[in-house]
């Protein structure tokens, strides 16, 4: 994205996703987080989502923005399962553009959601370039 591009302060923006037990099977092999937790389903048959995995809704919206960050920050709330329906919300907070709009410096704030509960919040900061 072009830096003159990236929307403006106050904008949110969204990204839903509901993980798979092949999404949690595959990140335990890229990541190499095999903890039980993440391996075993529970009694209703399903897989507890690694955090990591869960931040990848933010991340996505920053990979869209082409956001390269300097700093992130998660706090997880609550445990995500396979076939939960996750909607995450991230609020540009401030976005200042420099150098004739060569780059945008860019702050967040993050918000996921499970219906109305609050599963992990936190932001990021980062960079946009030409």
Known sequence: MDP???????????HERTF???DVR?????SGDRGV???EPDERGRLLVHGLLTATLPTKIGGDLDVLAREMDFEFHRPVYTGERIVCEVVLDSVERADADARADVEASIECRRGEEVVL???FEGVVLA
């Open 4 to 14: 003159a591009d990236v929307p403006d302060e106050g904008t949110t923006i969204s």
């Open 20 to 22: 798979r037990r092949e």
């Open 26 to 30: 595959q990140f335990a092999d890229v």
């Open 37 to 39: 937790h993440h391996e």
């Open 121 to 123: 919040t936190g932001g």
